[in-house]
């Protein structure tokens, strides 16, 4: 039999313990299939290494035995998906193994749940979506106006990065001073950056002592609210100052 057929069989597998507000529910259809190790990889659009790497982790259980062949079922199949997903929302590995464990942190899922799932892209794809030459996209991420995601070594970008880089780049096209404009990236990134630290620190202490689950289940309505109060504040504070600007000319 070779390697990359499909094996049909009765077996039924049962599902993983997984948080239901953490795993998406685009699940792979549970038909009664299982894999040999390279036809999950397939399967899965990743490599045998990594498959092993996320067993070793503890975020993949190990195959059924029969003799020398290890056998995967489906839900090893939605498990992978399930990790790709956590990645593209920006979780790191620790975190997944916490989410996926049998007593998971429901603010850790609640914080999961407000992340929306997204395509990952690279530059070249970056720039297909967004309709701009690929040199004006490198000048925008490497000017600091739009920072991508880390995957290890692997660099890319959620689909809301698609709206921030047009936004970047009517920005040059309207004469803006790049190097002006990368320096006003720079100084609002490390202000956020304390600013949300800070918001964190203040809800952190404001939750102290309370039943996680009902930490989490406020998160999940906060992260939100806090999120539009603050762009309305932005939005409403540099249209003042704008017009106060254009008054006093």
Not at 51 to 59: A, D, E, N
Not at 133 to 139: C, F, P
Not at 143 to 166: I, N, Q, W, Y
Not at 203 to 230: N, S, Y
Request: without cysteine.
């Amino acid at each position: 039999m070779a390697d990359t057929d499909v094996v049909g069989t009765t077996d039924t597998v049962s599902d993983d313990t997984v948080p239901s507000n953490a795993v998406p529910t685009n699940a792979v259809p549970t038909n009664a299939v299982r894999f040999r190790v390279e036809q999950l990889a397939a399967a899965a659009s990743v490599s045998v290494d990594t498959i092993r790497y996320y067993q070793k982790q503890g975020l993949l259980d190990p195959p059924v035995k029969e003799g020398r062949i290890g056998w995967y079922g489906p839900t090893h199949l939605e498990r992978l998906a399930a990790i790709r997903d956590l990645a593209d929302r920006g979780f790191t590995l620790a975190q997944m193994i916490e989410l996926f464990g049998a007593a998971s942190d429901p603010l850790l899922g609640s914080l999961a749940a407000t992340r929306p799932s997204a395509p990952r892209l690279d530059r070249a794809e970056l720039a297909s979506a967004s309709g701009l030459d690929g040199s004006l996209v490198d000048l925008i991420i490497d000017a600091g106006l739009l920072a991508p995601a880390a995957d290890g070594e692997t660099e890319f970008f959620d689909a809301d990065a698609v709206e921030m880089l047009a936004a970047a780049a009517s920005l040059i096209e309207a004469g803006l001073p790049l190097d002006r404009l990368s320096a006003l990236a720079v100084r609002h990134a490390e202000h956020v950056e304390t600013l949300a630290a800070d918001a964190v620190e203040l809800f952190h202490g404001a939750a102290d002592g309370v039943d996680r689950a009902e930490v989490g289940a406020a998160v999940a309505d906060l992260v939100p609210a806090v999120t539009k109060m603050v762009a309305a504040h932005f939005e409403a504070t540099l249209v003042r100052i704008a017009v106060e600007r254009v008054e006093q000319a």
